[in-house]
């Protein structure tokens, strides 16, 4: 257990609906990371947030968004789903905003859209 | 941040050394070494990382070459739970400021194989 929890682990769902996924970092953790990782991609950042504030963004979707809540967790919403949007979605959390050091990822949410 | 270039697959008998190389001759002056790995389909894991001085801790060693254009990730003992994907990344320690903050870029890695 890494101490990132990600809910749900899995998630099917069909063409044009929305979903949300969870995060809650580690204990301590400030910052928020979002990864997609699909076969053809890789890990492709998508946004973080530091303390409820946005920080840096990746090429996230116009259908993607994301939020940091007061309690430190975050959702990542998915929107108006395609078939392309099937992928492993993990989280990490760090203490600092601004270092690639100690990301901790959680095991991630598998997202099928069929 | 500078490009690193991996070799795709590398094999390792069970008990010897892994060296997996990372190339980063663009590499500026105030950026560090980060490397992760990924077990299959689980989340990547912190291994370890340096800027100059070759790093060692509980998982492996750092071993960066003196003009910092080259690096090795050594994992002394190679087990059958060491098969994973493994990313060299480049980049600066902090990033205050700019618009990348604490964005890791992930390249494709170096798929490793350990054999008994």
């Known amino acids: 257990d890494s101490g990132v929890t990600q809910t749900p682990k899995h998630l099917i769902t069909a063409t044009g609906q929305r979903v949300t996924l969870r995060c809650s970092p580690r204990?301590?953790?400030?910052?928020v990371y979002w990864y997609q990782q699909s076969l053809d991609q890789g890990l492709q950042f998508l946004i973080q947030?530091?303390?409820?504030?946005?920080?840096a963004k990746g090429n996230i979707l116009e259908r993607f968004s994301a939020q940091q809540f007061p309690d430190l967790h975050s959702e990542l919403n998915l929107s108006s789903l395609e078939l392309g949007d099937s992928a492993l979605y993990f989280c990490?959390?760090?203490?600092?905003?601004?270092?690639?050091?100690?990301?901790?990822f959680g095991s991630g949410t598998r997202l099928t859209v069929v | 941040d500078a490009k690193t270039t991996q070799p795709t697959s590398m094999d390792c008998a069970e008990g010897r050394a892994a060296n997996l190389p990372c190339n980063h001759s663009t590499i500026s002056g105030n950026e560090y070494v980060y490397w992760y790995r990924q077990i299959h389909s689980q989340g990547p894991q912190y291994i370890i990382h340096g800027l100059k001085n070759n790093e060692t801790n509980e998982m492996a060693s750092l071993i960066i070459t003196e003009d910092r254009k080259s690096s090795t990730l050594i994992l002394p003992h190679a087990t059958l739970r060491d098969t994973a994907v493994y990313y060299c990344i480049v980049r600066v320690a902090t990033n205050a400021g700019g618009t990348s903050y604490g964005k890791l870029t992930f390249g494709q890695g170096t798929i490793l194989t350990v054999h008994p």
């Open positions: 947030y530091y303390n409820g504030e946005e920080r």
């Open positions: 990490a959390s760090s203490v600092y905003s601004d270092t690639g050091v100690g990301y901790t």
């Open positions: 204990s301590g953790d400030l910052s």
